[in-house]
């Protein structure tokens, strides 16, 4: 399933983990390739139910990414005759963040070495951001005469605050780990090099849950962010009915008051129908009760 050989990544599998390492040296810069590719490999992902959780990380010593092939962007963007590829070069971009903010699984991205521009705009797209203590983040966009264009001047600030974000990209200077923990933009420093070992420990946590419950929670949480708190708890009402209108929520139930692990079983097409629909009677139910 994952045996492609692809430009920009290799893929490792552990269990019910799927792991990405970015891998096209000597930049790992990012490109329009670089989303193409991840676009499919996260359209596997999504259809693997084996794969419980995503991990993104580089398999370079120490960077993660420059960001932007500035290359690339010359030849998209060099004239106003190339207008309409620079259009098309920007929705990639975008499309393929949107996959992973929309995609089921958790997505955990693994930082070490250096990671600029593009690296932090791809991080904030991602559910958990695990950086190594040795890491060094920067937004230099500013500093080359142009500003971030996948989603760093409007996920980012929406994510640790519009003054922090601004003066990163401001002033483009880079922050370390610290910085950025205190900021929140990462959730957890790992020492230098055990990144990964800390990210494949979230992940099998994750996996101890069940997952469609914590698809569910992703979905209540990133939809929650973009409405305001009330359309967001009704939001979250729905959502929790159709959590517990499923033979996972039983089985979860009955496991924790017996004091036994729960065996969860995935919530086949069938299943989904059904749920489909006591959804749709609870909603009209609401409707004609107002």
């Known amino acids: 399933m994952y045996g492609k050989d692809y430009v920009n990544f290799k893929i490792e599998k552990k269990k019910t983990t799927l792991i990405l390492y970015m891998d096209n040296p000597p930049q790992n810069s990012i490109d329009e390739t670089f989303f193409l590719e991840l676009q499919e490999i996260i359209e596997l992902a999504n259809s693997d139910p084996d794969v419980i959780s995503v991990i993104i990380t580089t398999a370079l010593e120490k960077i993660f990414t420059v960001g932007a092939n500035l290359k690339e962007l010359l030849q998209k963007y060099g004239s106003k005759r190339k207008m309409k590829n ?19 699984k ?18 904030c797209a991602c559910d958990i951001r695990i950086a190594s203590e040795d890491v060094k983040f920067a937004m230099p966009e500013t500093r080359i005469s142009f500003i971030p264009g996948w989603g760093g001047s409007t996920r980012l600030p929406r994510l640790i605050g519009c003054g922090r974000a601004k003066k990163l990209i401001f002033t483009g200077e880079p922050i370390n780990a610290i910085k950025a923990l205190e900021m929140g933009f990462i959730d957890e420093i790992a020492p230098k090099g055990k990144a990964l070992e800390c990210a494949l420990k979230i992940a099998e946590n994750i996996a101890e849950g069940c997952p469609t419950s914590t ?19 009704e939001r979250e009402k729905i959502y929790f009915m159709e959590s517990i209108f499923s033979l996972e929520w039983t089985e979860g139930v009955v496991g924790f008051l017996n004091k036994r692990k ?28 107002n």
């Open 106 to 123: 958790p997505f955990i991205i693994a930082y070490k070495g250096l990671s600029y521009g593009g690296g932090i705009e791809l991080g």
């Open 262 to 289: 729960p065996n969860f079983k995935r919530i086949g097409k069938e299943e989904k129908e059904a749920l489909a629909n006591i959804i749709n009677i609870l909603n009209n139910e609401k409707k004609s009760d």
């Open 215 to 233: 698809a569910l929670a992703k979905k209540t949480i990133n939809e929650g962010m973009r409405l305001n708190l009330e359309e967001a708890i």
């Open 86 to 104: 620079g259009w098309h070069h920007l929705d990639v971009g975008h499309m393929t963040l949107e996959m992973i903010e929309n995609s089921p």
